[in-house]
């Protein structure tokens, strides 16, 4: 059975940080492309990072840039998400998802994947 499994969301205090992990199983992580996503009340999902399968080569959202990193460890089967200075606007429910299949300039479309997670919340608040 194929799940994901995120992790590592909270309440923490702008400035703060937190790793979301996402646990894998029932599938071969090292052949999927691994795509963060979060979703605020009222508004759309949106694609905040991926990793691809074929040489880890990374995406962010313009407003993640230089704050978030992606990485995924699939000998362990769970890729992470680190956050670094986390701003109010970041509070969402994080999502994790799963794709075999080229995605290039279409990672952040949610409609490409093929398994999600049942999300995280994060919220940043003073």
């Known amino acids: 059975q194929v799940q994901l499994v995120e992790s590592g969301g909270g309440l923490v205090q702008p400035g703060g940080s937190l790793r979301l992990s996402c646990a894998t199983s029932?599938?071969?992580?090292?052949?999927?492309?691994i795509g963060w996503f979060r979703q605020a009340p009222g508004k759309e999902r949106e694609g905040v990072s991926c990793i691809f399968h074929t040489d880890d080569s990374t995406y962010y959202e313009d407003s993640v840039k230089g704050r978030f990193t992606i990485s995924r460890d699939n000998a362990k089967a769970t890729a992470y998400l680190q956050m670094y200075n986390l701003k109010p606007e970041d509070t969402a429910v994080y999502y994790c998802a799963a794709e075999a299949l080229y995605l290039g300039s279409s990672w952040s479309d949610p409609s490409k994947y093929d398994y999600w997670g049942q999300g995280t919340q994060v919220t940043v608040s003073s």
């Open positions: 029932g599938f071969t992580l090292d052949y999927y492309n």
